[in-house]
């Protein structure tokens, strides 16, 4: 029997569209309890260096008033270790982040930052905060997370979607998804998934959570996002089924 799917909401981009004018509206912990009712099985959050979109009032909200697990992805810096330590989100998904780039472009370098990245993730795991790594569906990368100890890896889908759906990136997508199952590790997707897209990921047996965001809320400028994530969960199942 295929294991179910969860579907987790990233609602950054609410909060991106609060901030283009300030003030309160629209309001991502609103967005939260819509996601919630629709179906998601989680909410993710990015807390960015600049604040671009989501504020530490807005984590801290979060971690409050919702009743779905909290996903906060984070850049491996003091700063964000001090705040998630303090708000004890249920996970953290440690993120590469870059000032100038528009979304997150690539995934974390694992394998070559295991000195930088070890500490961290110990303080993280020794708070209760279950900790993943975005990475890239590569093999060395997918090691150096295992040997790091995360008990969850989120492979970076960005290639595959951007591609229109490639053979040979949903390819790497499945062989990874695989590899890291065999080494214990539970394995995460997400970036660029969209209803055109998302069926052959979502298909993957290995996978066992999509998070989902930038499209979700665009697609809520037109059909509301309580239709926009039901509409998602319902094409995550039939992939599964």
Same mark, same amino acid.
């Given at each position: ?11 950054? $981009? ?18 939260? $309890? ?99 790594? +975005? ?20 492979? $970076? ?37 969209? +209803? ?46």
């Amino acid at each position: 029997m295929t294991m179910p799917l969860r579907l987790g909401v990233n609602i950054d $981009h609410v909060a991106t569209i609060r901030n283009a004018r300030g003030g309160n509206h629209p309001c991502p912990i609103r967005a939260a $309890h819509v996601a919630a009712a629709a179906g998601a099985d989680g909410i993710t959050a990015h807390l960015r260096e600049d604040r671009r979109h989501m504020t530490d009032a807005d984590i801290a909200r979060l971690v409050q008033e919702i009743d779905l697990p909290l996903n906060l992805e984070m850049a491996a810096t003091d700063e964000m270790l001090a705040i998630a330590l303090k708000c004890r989100p249920h996970a953290a998904c440690i993120v590469p982040e870059r000032r100038a780039e528009r979304t997150t472009e690539g995934g974390l370098d694992a394998a070559g930052q295991q000195g930088m990245l070890k500490p961290l993730v110990e303080r993280l795991r020794d708070a209760g905060i279950r900790v993943s790594l +975005f990475v890239a569906p590569e093999a060395r990368q997918i090691e150096a997370a295992a040997q790091l100890g995360v008990p969850v890896i989120e492979l $970076h889908t960005g290639p595959y979607a951007h591609s229109g759906g490639a053979a040979a990136e949903l390819g790497h997508l499945r062989k990874a998804a695989a590899m890291a199952k065999q080494l214990g590790l539970e394995v995460h997707a997400g970036h660029g998934l969209s +209803f055109a897209n998302v069926g052959p990921v979502a298909a993957i047996p290995e996978l066992s959570e999509l998070n989902i965001g930038h499209f979700l809320i665009g697609e809520a400028l037109f059909s509301g996002l309580d239709a926009a994530v039901r509409a998602m969960r319902a094409r995550m199942d039939a992939a599964r089924a």
